[in-house]
């Protein structure tokens, strides 16, 4: 007989929801009811499932030493990385290993809290849009729902960090997004340079960087990860995402082989720190530097957690084409486009590869 809540079924998939996003359980209150398979909203279509014969086994996305980072050749194997691969690992980066633990540890600790206590800061309760717990992407909008709870939080200033961000997880993540601000600086100063812009003025700072959202991803055990998706196939809508993930592994990038559909796993190394390029730095770059497709599989053992910073143009930005790219007569692909406009058709819909891009296109 199927698992209940109550003295219902649970097959029924408004219990389901009721019990996973209002009651603020996530999907890891359904995971800790030790269910032998996912419920049914779970279900991943055929075309969403990542097939295992599609997985490159042989192949890796680039690892770079930054402990020499003014070394000309670090900069360009970060900017080769960014246009063939659009994603990396970084080692040797010099954020405290302490940190990074620290921020996972934080994350359990969020996560580990009683229902009620999370559910303060989902979209109904939350005393700001700034801070927001939730489950899945786009639940309103999703077909299948994804095996992934969540806490976004959007950086407006310390001060209002300290009175609105959960104070379990707060002065890790506000420690983890100020010590590796550094390291962002240094990479988007190579990318930069690899686009002949030779100066970071206040108006670039404010498109490569200007707003920073970190989120804490929670992927509890699930009962049969093939049939589901940790977070489905998407590019981020960043310049840059900075992501720390733990020792379980399930990160997934489309390879650029053959018809592109392979999947490369990024392997977890202790200390490192995952970098790929969003949609607004490959439109800043009218298309050199490339954001990629990713996707995550939840595991079947163990929990997994994963904190992504995403660093973004200020809402308020108008994104496009960098002159300095077009100077060599190179037409523009992207039209100029607000950010928060971007950002807002990201949330609208569910995940759907590169499909954000094209809001852009010319
Ligand atoms: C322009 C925004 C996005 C919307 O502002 P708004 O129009 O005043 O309205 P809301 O804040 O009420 O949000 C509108 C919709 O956006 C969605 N949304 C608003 N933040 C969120 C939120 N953190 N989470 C998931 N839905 C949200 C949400 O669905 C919401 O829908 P709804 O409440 O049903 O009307 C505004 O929040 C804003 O300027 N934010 C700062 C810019 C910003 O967030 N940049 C971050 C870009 S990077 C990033 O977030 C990547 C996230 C990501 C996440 C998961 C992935 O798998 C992959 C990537
Ligand atoms: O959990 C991961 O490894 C990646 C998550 C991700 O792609 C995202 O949050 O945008
Ligand atoms: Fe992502």
């Not at 005393?127 to 976004?152: C, H, I, Q």
């Not at 190579?190 to 030779?198: D, Q, R, S, Y």
């Not at 310049?239 to 990160?251: K, N, R």
Request: aromatic content about 8%; charged content about 25%; hydrophobic content about 35%.
């Amino acid at each position: 007989m199927a698992p209940t809540i109550g003295d219902r079924q649970f097959t029924d998939s408004s219990i389901i929801t009721n019990f996973v996003i209002n009651r603020g359980n996530g999907v890891k209150g359904l995971s800790e009811m030790g269910l032998k398979a996912p419920p049914k909203p779970y279900i991943q279509p055929l075309e969403e499932r990542l097939c295992i014969s599609k997985i490159v086994p042989q192949q890796s996305i680039p690892i770079i030493d930054m402990s020499h980072w003014k070394n000309p050749q670090v900069a360009s194997a970060v900017c080769d990385a960014a246009e063939k691969w659009g994603f990396f690992q970084i080692v040797n980066h010099d954020v405290p290993v302490e940190v990074l633990d620290n921020v996972k540890d934080a994350t359990y600790r969020f996560f580990d809290l009683p229902a009620d206590q999370k559910n303060k800061y989902s979209k109904e309760n939350s005393a700001s849009n700034n801070v927001r717990f939730g489950t899945s992407f786009s639940p309103e909008a999703e077909k299948s729902l994804e095996w992934k709870d969540y806490l976004s939080l959007f950086f407006v200033s310390e001060e209002e960090a300290s009175m609105l961000w959960p104070p379990v997880c707060r002065e890790q993540v506000l420690d983890y997004i100020r010590r590796t601000e550094v390291v962002i600086k240094k990479l988007l100063q190579m990318l930069m340079e690899g686009l002949n812009v030779k100066e970071i003025d206040d108006t670039k700072r404010s498109l490569l960087m200007g707003s920073i959202r970190t989120n804490l991803n929670y992927y509890p055990i699930c009962p049969d990860p093939e049939l589901t998706v940790g977070v489905g196939r998407h590019s981020d809508v960043s310049t840059l995402t900075i992501l720390l993930q733990d020792e379980i592994g399930g990160l997934y990038v489309r390879g650029n082989q053959g018809d592109g559909d392979n999947w490369i796993h990024v392997p977890p190394i202790k200390g490192s720190l995952v970098i790929n390029v969003g949609d607004a730095l490959q439109i800043l770059s009218n298309s050199r530097y490339k954001s990629v497709e990713h996707r995550v599989i939840a595991n079947g053992t163990k929990n997994r957690i994963s904190v992504p910073i995403f660093v973004n143009p200020k809402p308020t930005d108008i994104i496009g084409p960098l002159v300095e790219v077009l100077q060599n007569g190179e037409k523009p692909i992207y039209k100029q486009v607000l950010y928060s406009n971007y950002v807002k058709h990201f949330f609208r819909k569910a995940h759907d590869g590169k499909k954000t891009v094209e809001f852009a296109e010319i």
